[in-house]
């Protein structure tokens, strides 16, 4: 092999190489007994993650419900008012109504009235 110039940083940022040569079947059990020894020692602390991650989950999604339901409550109570002044506007109408009723009658009677000596 030739001789090479370390100096310099190749593309990924490194200043030189080593070459690790290991038969195919060392370097399974190998990386097979990493991984395995890894999750093995690890296992309770990645479950910690998980449920530490699923509650903060759960309590992001309470949060967001807690907000829609409040806004959803301000939507209710403003519909009850709306629907409060609706029925007073309701009754009010009616009573307009009825007095136009009556007012219509008693001037078609004087009319009539006065067709009739007329």
Known sequence: MGKRN???PNSNGVHGEVLIVLPREEW?????LDV???????????EETLLAE????????KAKLEEKLQEIEKDLER????????????ELMMKER???RRENKE???KLRLKRSRG
């Open 6 to 8: 370390n100096s310099l």
């Open 79 to 90: 519909l009850r008012k709306f629907y409060e002044k609706a029925l007073k506007d309701k």
């Open 54 to 61: 699923y509650e903060e989950f759960l309590l992001s999604k």
């Open 98 to 100: 009825d007095r136009l």
């Open 28 to 32: 399974k059990k190998l990386k097979k």
């Open 36 to 46: 395995e020894t890894i999750l093995r020692e690890n296992i309770g602390n990645v």
């Open 107 to 109: 001037l078609t009677e």
